[in-house]
């Protein structure tokens, strides 16, 4: 894959994305990243980038001029062509606007060969850009940066490390949460483990089995593989519960998980449970339907 990043501050990625996953991806021949100082396509003294916004209002707006050209200059294929999905490349302006970058949407980019980045800055891009040269816009959040530098990083580290061969065993992307349809046992993962589907990760432990008078669970030592995936899967459907009730309102649940969450709703309906949970009794109740 080759990713291109369009921004101001060049320099700005060679710490973040020299390091871990990315770089190694980068050693073994899997990525390609470069960065292009948008103010290497400014035709006047200043290097002039941005100006006032039509209409009036407050801050700066990046010029469509620099950013057409910088596009140009890398060879990007035209933009029906990239819709029309004759080429599996994509050109991204990364925007407060922007629709929410998830895993499913790091899935989909992993698919392909080029993927172009356009970093925001100031008050915003001219319109334009967004209308006729990027096929979409994303946000890593509902907060505004100064810039899409970092919005940029974020992405391209999270799409790398689902590139085939960029993690060395494979079938640790596909049990991480949010991811949906795993299908760990074609990956080589153990029968006693069991992918998010969708929602947040199991618990993990590791040695030593007792830790300043904290044990690991009992379930987790048992070997009994069964036994450790109904742990695994309660455990992800309860921190699910707790951190993220909305990934509830979306996710396949099994007739087990069903029983599991109305076990949960009695609990907290009785007063038997945490605080955290009873905050979440609301949430649980939304979902009576289901189970």
């Known amino acids: 894959m080759k990713a291109d990043i ?3 501050f060049p320099d700005f990625f060679r710490g973040p994305l020299d390091y871990g996953i990315t770089r190694r991806a980068q050693e073994i021949g899997l990525a390609k990243i470069e960065a292009h100082d948008l103010r290497e396509f400014t035709h006047d003294r200043h290097r002039t980038v941005d100006d006032r916004p039509f209409g009036g209002g407050e801050g700066m707006v990046l010029k469509p001029e620099p950013v057409f050209e910088c596009l140009e200059s890398v060879g990007v ?3 029906e062509e990239r819709l029309a999905g004759r080429v599996k490349q994509s050109v991204i302006l990364l925007s407060a606007q922007g629709e929410r970058f998830t895993q499913k949407v790091a899935a989909e980019l992993a698919l392909l060969d080029r993927i172009v980045f356009i970093c925001g800055r100031y008050e915003g891009v001219d319109e334009r850009v967004g209308d006729f040269l990027a096929d979409r816009e994303l946000s890593i959040g509902d907060y505004v940066l100064s810039g899409g530098e970092m919005a940029a990083a974020v992405i391209v580290e999270a799409v790398l490390r689902l590139l085939p061969g960029a993690v060395g065993n494979a079938a640790s992307t596909q049990q991480e949460s949010f991811t949906v349809g795993a299908k760990i046992k074609e990956l080589g993962g153990a029968d006693s483990t069991c992918g998010s589907n969708g929602l947040l990760d199991y618990p ?13 669970p009992e379930p987790l030592m048992s070997g009994n593989h069964e036994e450790i995936r109904r742990w695994r899967r309660q455990r992800a459907l309860e921190k699910t519960l707790r951190n993220r009730p909305d990934l509830l309102q979306g996710a396949v649940l099994s007739e087990e998980d069903s029983t599991f969450l109305a076990g949960l709703k009695r609990s907290a309906d009785e007063g038997g449970r945490s605080g955290s949970t009873r905050n979440s009794t609301a949430v649980i109740r939304n979902l009576d339907s289901r189970f």
Request: proline share 11%.
């Open 6 to 8: 369009v921004t101001i």
């Open 77 to 79: 294929v035209p933009r």
């Open 204 to 216: 993990h432990y590791t040695r030593p089995a007792e830790f300043r008078g904290i044990k690991v």
